[in-house]
């Protein structure tokens, strides 16, 4: 192609585009204009820094200091981060739904004495909206913006959304803390009162009663679960004091204690329809949570002495026994698979993973309590756990029959030997477990031999 043809095709494509581009720029920027021209307040929501909501009874202020949002009235509190920053985004993006043109009289849209006025403060400016009455059909509120003489309408979703009320507004959760960062935990159910230390080893200490081993995952569990409760329904007028369930003593009582701090506590009175009456210190203000915060409270303490049967690190398993002492069978682990001996010598492969499960459910078995003496009688059942070096990790024996719903077993578990009282349903499901990871592989047509 000839060079001065070339010049020209490369001119006309460059025109080309050079007008393409204009064209969406100014397509774009009319788009914009449109936008704003529909937004009835001229702000963006990382520069507002108060709300104001005015009804006929009642004045909601929030303020934004820096990054967090408070309540400032009617009452002064840590308000709720998500439903105000979500008013602020609403309040920055609000379009009005139709332009009606000159206002006129405003007694005849409901303005002169509107239910509802926003104002919004950004940069120092304060910015005023005020709607009023519904629209024919109720599918809209007339809305004024400052003392413009125009009027312009709102859809009714919209203003619903705008118009919350105060306890959507308000800060919901009990407690805020890092579960990690908790020292200490004090219970009190009716006149019994427990208290939990964290030790140095990070480990929880049962004051008072420092020979009970305590299930470390489930107070921390419970810690977790509080940081997540929530105040289900404020009660702005209280009964009586006297129906309320405080007195002569609360139902129960949580205090969570951190480094350098007051203790956050929740305290729980009487029940209203399932729920319970709650307070976060004495005589404090009322509110209600539901029957789930108060139903851990009150069961913790049954939860929290580790009675399990063996409480050993899956991993430092590599070999286990089990069944009748004369003729278990045994297991050795090779690598990502075990492999499994019966007493008349048949071999069975498992994958790890599989007996790593089995091994998790035994972690899960709990005794009921433990015997003041050694059980006697036959050995009906022994369990073995060992580690790589042939080193003991853990040993049950099952001592004579199981009388009813419970069995006697001893327990070897870090150079102590137990004896204790057993539900003989675990037991006897963790068998069964076992049981199937021995069954002969299927044959061809898929029934066991």
Known sequence: MHPRRLLSLVVILLVLTAGYFLVSWHQERTARQEREARRL??????????????????????????????????LQAKA?????????????TLDRERDLGELGDPKAYGLDQPPLVVEVTAHGQTHRLKVGQATPGQLGYYVQRGEENRLFTLSAATKDTLDRPL???????????????????????????????????????????????VR???????????????????????????????????????????????????????RREGDYYARQEAKGELFLVESEVGQRLLGLAATLEDRRLWS?????????????????????????????????????????????????????????????????????????????AGELLFRLTQIGKADKDKLTVRLERGGKQETALLPKSGLEQWQGDLARLVQPPPDKSGTPP
């Open 41 to 74: 307040l001229p702000v963006k929501e990382e520069e507002i820094t108060a709300i104001v909501l005015r009804k006929k009874d009642q004045e909601i202020r929030l303020v934004r200091q820096e990054k967090t949002w408070r309540l400032e009235k009617p």
């Open 80 to 92: 709720d981060q998500e439903t105000a920053r979500s008013q602020a985004s609403l309040l920055a």
């Open 167 to 213: 306890e959507a507004f308000r800060d919901k959760t009990l407690f805020d803390f890092a579960p990690e960062k908790v020292t200490k935990v004090r219970l009190a159910a009716g006149p019994g009162t427990l208290e939990l230390e964290k030790t140095p080893a990070g480990l929880w200490r049962w004051n008072g009663r420092e020979e009970v081993k």
């Open 216 to 270: 470390k995952d489930r107070l921390e569990a419970f810690l977790r679960f509080l940081t997540l409760a929530r105040v289900k329904e404020f009660v702005p007028v209280p009964p009586p004091e006297s129906q309320l369930g405080f007195a002569p003593l609360p139902t129960a009582e949580v205090s969570v204690f951190l480094p350098e701090q007051p203790p956050q506590s929740l305290i729980l009175g009487g």
């Open 312 to 388: 050993g690190e899956v991993g430092e398993a590599a070999r286990l026994s089990w069944g009748p002492p004369d003729k278990p069978w045994t297991g050795v682990k090779e690598k990502d698979a075990w492999k499994l001996t019966g007493p008349d010598g048949r071999e069975v492969r498992q994958p790890a993973v599989r007996l790593e499960a089995a091994l998790i459910k035994l972690q899960e078995l709990e005794y009921d309590r433990l015997l003041p003496q050694a059980g006697s009688g036959k050995r009906e059942f022994l369990v073995e756990v060992r580690d790589g």
